[in-house]
């Protein structure tokens, strides 16, 4: 997990895809953090995007270094705790202007039954470990 994170954290910038019926929506994110083992994400309750992962849990993310693509796939799970969400204000103190600990709006979620895969330019793709060890 630890070269995901890094992998996340280094682009910046990932793209998360939901769905809303059949039909597909992908936004960027930048907020990624470890949490009880787990790459935990953050949204707002309010947003189409929580909506749609309500709905419909099965997600994918996906970015690139510019010699590597990365995607994750999985079932987001909501796991919001007053500990996540610290946490998570901890980690991006700049989501404190929007979020705060337990006002009933900010939400954190990881992805269950995840895969990852890292793919080079050249096409060449290895399977990448979610797990701690």
């Known amino acids: 997990m630890k070269t995901i994170l890094d992998f ?18 992908v936004r960027p994110l930048g907020f990624v953090m470890e949490h009880n ?11 189409a ?8 849990p ?7 270094d510019g010699d590597n693509t990365l995607r994750i796939s999985g079932k987001a799970v909501f796991s919001t705790t007053a500990e996540s969400q ?4 901890d ?10 600990v337990g006002d009933g709006v900010f939400e954190t979620f990881y992805l269950d039954e995840a895969t990852a895969v890292c793919t080079t330019m050249s096409g060449e793709s290895k399977e990448l470990s979610l797990s701690l060890t």
Request: with cysteine; charged share 20%; glycine share 10%.
């Open 8 to 25: 996340l954290q280094t682009v910046g910038l990932f793209y998360l895809a939901t769905t809303d019926g059949d039909r597909p929506h």
């Open 37 to 47: 083992g787990k790459l935990t994400f953050c949204t707002g309750n309010g947003k």
């Open 49 to 56: 995007m929580y909506r749609q992962m309500v709905a419909n």
């Open 58 to 64: 099965k997600v994918e993310l996906s970015c690139c």
């Open 86 to 89: 610290k946490k998570a204000l």
């Open 91 to 100: 980690v991006m103190p700049e989501l404190r202007g929007i979020y705060s």
